[in-house]
C-alpha cells in the first residue's frame, strides 16, 4: 500500500491533473493504465485515481518522453519504490493543519475522501492481522 504522501499535500483530480500537466482528460488515464499496469501504485478512491505532485510529475515524465511509454513507465515504477522505501515514517503536524487546509470546497471533499478510505484501509489491515494472528 502507497504511504508516501506528504502531510497538507495537495490532492489533484484527473481533470486538475490534465490541467497541470496541460494534456487532455483521457490522456491522463491513458497514462495512469499504463503506469498500473507496470506496478505504479496510485492512492485511490474507489475506482478514482487521487493525484499528488508526485503522480504528477510521473504524468510529466510520460508526456516528455522520447523513449516508449512502457520504458518509462518501469523506470517510474522503480523511482516510487525507492521513495516508497523512503518514507516508512509517517509523520504528522498538527499545529498548523488547519491554516493550510483547502479552501475550495472540491478539494477539501477530495482529501475527506482520501481520508475515509485510509481508515477503512488500516481498519481492514488491522482486521486482517487480527484474523492472522487468532488463526496461529
Do not use: C
Not at 48 to 61: M, T, Y
Amino acid at each position: 500500500m502507497r504511504r508516501d504522501i506528504q502531510p497538507n499535500e495537495r490532492v489533484f483530480s484527473s481533470k486538475e491533473a490534465a490541467e497541470e500537466v496541460g494534456i487532455a482528460t483521457p490522456t491522463v488515464r491513458k497514462y495512469g493504465q499504463i503506469l498500473e499496469r507496470n506496478g505504479y501504485e496510485f492512492f485511490k478512491n474507489g475506482d478514482w485515481r487521487i493525484f499528488v505532485q508526485s503522480d504528477i510529475e510521473a504524468l510529466i515524465a510520460l508526456r516528455d518522453t522520447d523513449k516508449p511509454l512502457d520504458d518509462t513507465a518501469k523506470d517510474l515504477v522503480y523511482q516510487q519504490e525507492e521513495r516508497i522505501e523512503g518514507s516508512n515514517e509517517t509523520e504528522i503536524t498538527i499545529s498548523d493543519t488547519y491554516e493550510n487546509l483547502p479552501h475550495d470546497p472540491n478539494q477539501l471533499k477530495e482529501v475527506l475522501k482520501f481520508l475515509v478510505n485510509e481508515l477503512a484501509a488500516t481498519r481492514e489491515m488491522n482486521g486482517f492481522h487480527k484474523m492472522i494472528l487468532i488463526n496461529v
